[in-house]
Nanobody, 124 residues
Framework: QVQLVESGGGLVQAGGSLRLSCAAS????????MGWFRQAPGKEREFVAA??????YYADSVKGRFTISRDNAKSTVYLQMNSLKPEDTAVYYC???????????????????WGQGTQVTVSS
């Protein structure tokens, strides 16, 4: 069982930066593949980024602007978001899947645990 708590969301102007954090409780955090998703009003939840052991995989819409990372000692995954755009406005969720391989999961249905979400609003 894993509990996930996101933080770091807020209001930022276009071109600005935010860093989201997702703290996990429970054991064996390093055995979980982690992902970030987002959901804007009236839209489906969409994949943003995923990380397995160390390297990340990104949606085309955020590639080059966002960076996913993890600190297994702190049981925390991060999403550094730079050059933010108004279209990045959404509730951001982190997710966990018990998995120790190298495949990146982009389908939200593949994940077992979810956080409550944190709002990111980018003003133009």
């Amino acid at each position: 069982q894993v509990q996930l708590v996101e933080s770091g969301g807020g209001l930022v102007q276009a071109g600005g930066s935010l860093r989201l954090s997702c703290a996990a409780s429970g054991r064996a955090f390093s055995s979980y593949a982690m992902g970030w998703f987002r959901q804007a009003p009236g839209k489906e939840r969409e994949f943003v980024a995923a990380i397995t052991w160390s390297s990340g995989y990104y949606a085309d819409s955020v590639k080059g602007r966002f960076t996913i990372s993890r600190d297994n000692a702190k049981s925390t995954v991060y999403l550094q978001m730079n050059s933010l755009k108004p279209e990045d406005t959404a509730v951001y969720y982190c997710a966990a899947k018990y998995y120790r391989g190298s495949v990146y999961y982009t389908n939200p249905n593949a994940y077992d645990y979810w956080g409550q979400g944190t709002q990111v609003t980018v003003s133009s």
